[in-house]
């Protein structure tokens, strides 16, 4: 091998630069910030958050009613909401219109971020096709539609930004009954981790929100299927789910501090980050865990059908049937 064929070596700049990663955007102060799911829970708790924070909002949520009703509470306390629209995020074509709106009125975003999203859990002899194709059109298809249509103008300005994607401990861990809610939260996960490289190069930062439990109303909304809601046990477990949750205001604080110091995964409480780095160090004791808490899901699962039952026979009609 001759000389001239000796590969030649990275500068000291390249090699800085693949360990040195700027924070592109440091403060919100200014920003134009897109975020979605804006009307409840996290995104509301956000959307004010940043408002205080002196961004510039544009908005956009299902719940039309809602929606107002934040704005109006935004621009309340004297914070800018440049645009907002009601709409769905699973509808491509309506996404489309809404950053053709966004681009005319406002222009080129920040700051963008997918906070909107569903929940359903069950077994997988309990959900319906409907609930896995619900829960990929919203949690996984809704970001990546609004990635298509408002990331590409940020690359092409070439002045940076930033991208929050907000995922679940669902999509870190193998929590019992959440196939389906998993496969659109390990989606945006997978995701997010490649836009991570890819949009480095732009000056484009990427934020996986890994949120546990929340004390949002999607908790006492959320669809578990085969499961009686109003069944004693299951409620104890849902009031136990509210004594560990955060709360959104504090979630909302975490997501922020994401953005503005360049943080790839944000945790909102420690139980997830623990539970991730278990997961991840000590595989055998993680699987046996996860078989417990399976364990304990299924004798939920089978005292709500005794109870089900009981009442069945006590009005004498016949229980529903349920699958074990």
Same mark, same amino acid.
């Given at each position: $091998?001759?000389?001239?064929?000796?590969? !030649?070596l990275?500068?000291?700049?390249t090699?800085?630069?693949?360990?040195?990663?700027?924070?592109?955007?440091?403060?919100?102060?200014?920003?134009?910030?897109l975020i979605?799911g804006?009307?409840?829970?996290? +995104?509301? @708790?956000?959307?004010?958050?940043a408002a205080?924070? +002196?961004?510039?909002l544009?908005l956009?949520d299902l719940q039309?009613?809602?929606?107002?009703?934040?704005?109006a509470?935004?621009l309340d306390?004297?914070?800018? /909401?440049?645009?907002h629209q009601?709409?769905?995020?699973?509808d491509?074509?309506?996404?489309?219109?809404f950053?053709?709106g966004v681009?005319?009125e406002?222009?080129? $975003?920040?700051?963008?971020m997918?906070?909107?999203?569903i929940?359903?859990?069950?077994?997988?002899e309990n959900l319906?096709h409907r609930?896995w194709k619900?829960l990929?059109? /919203?949690?996984? $298809?809704g970001?990546i539609?609004?990635?298509?249509?408002f990331v590409?103008?940020m690359v092409?300005r %070439?002045e940076g930004?930033?991208?929050?994607?907000? #995922?679940?401990?669902a999509?870190?861990?193998?929590?019992?009954w959440?196939?389906a809610?998993s496969?659109s939260?390990?989606?945006i996960?997978?995701?997010?981790?490649v836009?991570?490289?890819d949009?480095r190069?732009?000056?484009?930062g990427?934020?996986?929100?890994?949120? %546990?439990?929340? @004390?949002?109303?999607? /908790?006492e909304?959320v669809?578990?299927v +085969?499961?009686d809601r109003?069944?004693?046990?299951?409620q !104890? !477990?849902?009031?136990?789910?509210h004594?560990?949750a955060?709360?959104?205001e504090?979630?909302? !604080? @975490?997501i922020l501090?994401?953005v503005?110091g360049?943080?790839y995964?944000?945790?909102?409480s420690?139980?997830?980050?623990f +539970?991730y780095?278990?997961?991840?160090?000590?595989?055998?004791?993680?699987?046996v865990? $996860?078989?417990? @808490?399976?364990?304990?899901?299924?004798?939920?699962?089978r005292?709500? %059908?005794?109870?089900?039952?009981?009442?069945?026979e006590? #009005? %004498?009609?016949?229980?529903?049937?349920r699958?074990?």
């Open positions: $091998m001759g000389l001239l064929s000796i590969p !030649q990275p500068s000291l700049r090699i800085r630069e693949l360990f040195v990663v700027p924070t592109p955007v440091p403060s919100l102060r200014g920003r134009k910030v979605t804006a009307a409840s829970g996290i +995104g509301h @708790a956000t959307a004010v958050a205080r924070a +002196g961004a510039e544009v956009t039309a009613d809602r929606l107002g009703a934040v704005v509470e935004i306390e004297h914070g800018t /909401v440049l645009y009601a709409g769905d995020v699973s491509f074509e309506w996404v489309s219109a950053a053709r681009e005319a406002v222009g080129v $975003m920040d700051v963008v997918n906070v909107a999203g929940s359903a859990w069950g077994t997988v319906e609930h619900k990929v059109d /919203v949690n996984l $298809m970001p539609h609004i990635i298509e249509n590409p103008q092409r %070439g930004g930033h991208l929050v994607n907000v #995922s679940s401990a999509g870190l861990l193998a929590l019992p959440h196939a809610y496969a939260k390990f989606g996960r997978g995701v997010s981790e836009l991570r490289y949009l190069r732009h000056n484009i990427v934020s996986l929100v890994c949120p %546990g439990g929340v @004390a949002t109303p999607l /908790v909304t669809d578990i +085969g499961l109003q069944n004693t046990a299951v !104890q !477990q849902v009031a136990g789910f004594k560990i955060v709360t959104p504090k979630a909302a !604080q @975490a501090r994401g503005t360049n943080k995964m944000v945790y909102t420690f139980d997830i980050r +539970g780095w278990w997961a991840r160090k000590f595989a055998l004791p993680y699987e865990v $996860m078989r417990i @808490a399976n364990n304990r899901f299924d004798q939920l699962s005292i709500s %059908g005794l109870s089900d039952a009981a009442l069945a006590k #009005s %004498g009609t016949a229980a529903p049937h699958a074990e």
